[in-house]
């Protein structure tokens, strides 16, 4: 059973940055994606950005240009770099791997975007 857990959240200004760190419990192939989902209150869960060795980085259209995700693979981490963060990036931020047929969760840290 793969565990991840996230890092960084935290409450910042619009237009400010954040960084998000994901760890897995173990290791993870490179050709596994690896990424982060957020959900906000009364929205789906929607992709935020995902990465794999072969695929490169992907990122939701909401986000391009603002966020890079990046991964270490010889320390089983997905980074998040967000910056020029607006209200609308406030969520739950999840991290993500999917390994074979399986779906693995971190418990979320809060995005918390306010003036």
């Known amino acids: 059973q793969i565990q991840l857990v996230e890092s960084g959240g935290g409450v910042v200004q619009p237009g400010e940055s954040l960084t998000l760190s994901c760890t897995a419990s173990?290791?993870?192939?490179?050709?596994?994606?690896m990424g982060w989902y957020r959900e906000a209150p009364g929205q789906r869960r929607e992709l935020v950005a995902s990465?794999?060795?072969?695929?490169?980085?992907m990122y939701g259209e909401s986000v391009k240009g603002r966020f890079t995700i990046t991964r270490d693979n010889a320390k089983n981490t997905v980074h998040l770099q967000m910056s020029s963060l607006k209200p609308e990036d406030a969520a739950v931020y999840y991290c993500?791997?999917?390994?074979?047929?399986?779906?693995?969760w971190g418990p979320g840290t809060q995005v918390t975007v306010s003036t």
């Open positions: 990465i794999m060795s072969g695929a490169g980085a």
């Open positions: 173990q290791e993870i192939l490179s050709s596994a994606p």
């Open positions: 993500n791997a999917e390994v074979g047929f399986q779906q693995y």
